[in-house]
């Protein structure tokens, strides 16, 4: 089956593209190709309404989701691209919704992201997996910049990130994630939809900024604080934050925080309490 776009041309099947223009899937940069389309509508809707604000979307690869997002009324959408290949592919896209496309062909792990990001922008990524978190950082830092993420992770990585306290999935992202945003794992696609098959299933999370983060902190001082308590988990706060701080024990008294607590135990408000107290030191 051929999609249509607005002006009632045919558009043909992905696989077809695919093949038209000798995209096999590179290995090394963690090429999975989305051939379903009605998977990649249902994306496209979890990203809410689009006619108000720029989309951004990463790796759009031979344009099966770009599509989607298209058909679903996103106005105006800039594609980063690596992959020189898939150019010629995104081109006839952009002839077939002028106006409506633009395509930059550059590594997004070291894209200047503020140099496009200056409206409401919406960022919608089928990411490979091996990049897949670092990216996120980057845009955490830019939240109050975004309107959302509707971002393809493998379901671990989307279960970390909405993780609770006291689960084992409870770590570094999910503090850092749920501090800025509201986390929503909207649903899951089966490997079977993709081309090559991956050897997991991945999951589709939708990232919402908070207008204001969930509790006073200063963002890098935070993000140290986690990592280093996160750096040995199965110990308790007393041993794990020495590593921040010769003797932490004062800190955990001014954040009300109990030293023998394991990291995996902490609200996201108390690993807050800890990083304004460990600001306040080292001022």
């Known amino acids: 089956m051929s999609s249509d776009d607005a002006s009632g041309k045919k558009l043909p099947p992905i696989s077809e593209v695919i093949r038209q223009f000798d995209l096999r899937p590179k290995k090394h940069l963690g090429q999975h190709y989305l051939l379903d389309p009605n998977i990649a509508a249902r994306i496209a809707t979890a990203a809410g309404n689009l006619d108000t604000v720029d989309v951004l979307e990463i790796?759009?690869?031979?344009?099966?989701?770009?599509?989607?997002?298209?058909?679903?009324?996103?106005?105006?959408?800039?594609?980063?691209?690596?992959?020189?290949?898939?150019?010629?592919?995104?081109?006839?896209?952009?002839?077939?919704?002028?106006?409506?496309?633009?395509?930059?062909?550059?590594?997004a792990l070291s894209f200047n992201w503020h140099s496009i990001i200056d409206r409401p922008t919406h960022i919608v990524a089928n990411l490979p997996y091996n990049i897949a978190t670092p990216l996120l950082f980057k845009w955490l830092k830019l939240s109050t910049q975004l309107r959302g993420m509707t971002l393809m992770f493998q379901k671990e990585v989307a279960m970390r990130l909405i993780a609770k306290p006291g689960t084992s999935s409870y770590g570094r992202l999910s503090v850092m994630s749920q501090w800025q945003c509201m986390v929503n794992h909207d649903?899951?696609?089966?490997?079977?939809?993709?081309?090559?098959?991956?050897?997991?299933?991945?999951?589709?999370?939708?990232?919402?900024?908070?207008?204001?983060?969930?509790?006073?902190?200063?963002?890098?001082?935070?993000?140290?604080?986690?990592?280093?308590?996160?750096?040995?988990?199965?110990?308790?706060?007393?041993?794990?934050?020495?590593?921040?701080?010769?003797?932490?024990?004062?800190?955990?008294?001014?954040?009300?925080?109990?030293?023998?607590?394991?990291?995996?135990?902490?609200?996201?408000?108390?690993?807050?309490a800890i990083a304004r107290a460990y600001g306040e030191r080292i001022i």
């Open 59 to 107: 790796g759009p690869g031979p344009g099966g989701l770009t599509r989607a997002l298209l058909d679903a009324g996103a106005k105006r959408i800039t594609c980063i691209e690596y992959d020189r290949r898939f150019l010629p592919a995104l081109r006839q896209l952009e002839i077939t919704y002028p106006g409506r496309l633009s395509v930059i062909c550059s590594d």
């Open 187 to 272: 649903f899951d696609i089966p490997s079977g939809a993709f081309k090559p098959k991956p050897r997991i299933t991945s999951s589709v999370v939708s990232l919402k900024p908070r207008r204001v983060p969930l509790a006073p902190a200063d963002s890098d001082t935070l993000e140290l604080v986690v990592k280093i308590a996160f750096n040995q988990r199965r110990k308790m706060l007393r041993t794990s934050l020495k590593a921040l701080y010769s003797d932490p024990m004062p800190l955990l008294h001014i954040a009300g925080v109990n030293p023998t607590d394991r990291p995996d135990a902490l609200s996201i408000e108390e690993f807050c």
